[in-house]
């Protein structure tokens, strides 16, 4: 194995470890369960299948919500009335 396919394997192994949430646990912080639901009928979220379980690393639910955090606008310095 190269140290690039070595590398791979330890940080597939660590997503596996890590910690999965359930449909209803992921939507507290996304939402609502059928929007959850819907998120992974359109597979525009990674999930796993474990017979009739489907679960969602802790990760996917926080890129999730990075890549679609707008940011705030700077705002603007009030002027006093003279």
Avoid: C, N, Q, W
């Avoid at 596996?16 to 939402?31: C, Y």
């Avoid at 369960?33 to 796993?48: D, K, M, N, P, S």
């Avoid at 017979?51 to 002027?79: F, N, Q």
């Amino acid at each position: 194995m190269t140290r690039l396919s070595v590398a791979k394997a330890r940080s597939d192994e660590a997503a596996v470890l890590e910690r999965h949430l359930t449909v209803r646990e992921a939507s507290v912080f996304l939402g609502g369960e059928r929007f959850v639901r819907r998120l992974i009928a359109e597979r525009r979220i990674t999930y796993v299948k474990d017979r009739s379980r489907i679960l969602i690393a802790e990760s996917v639910v926080a890129e999730y919500l990075k890549a679609r955090t707008v940011p705030a606008l700077r705002p603007t310095p009030r002027r006093r009335a003279a």
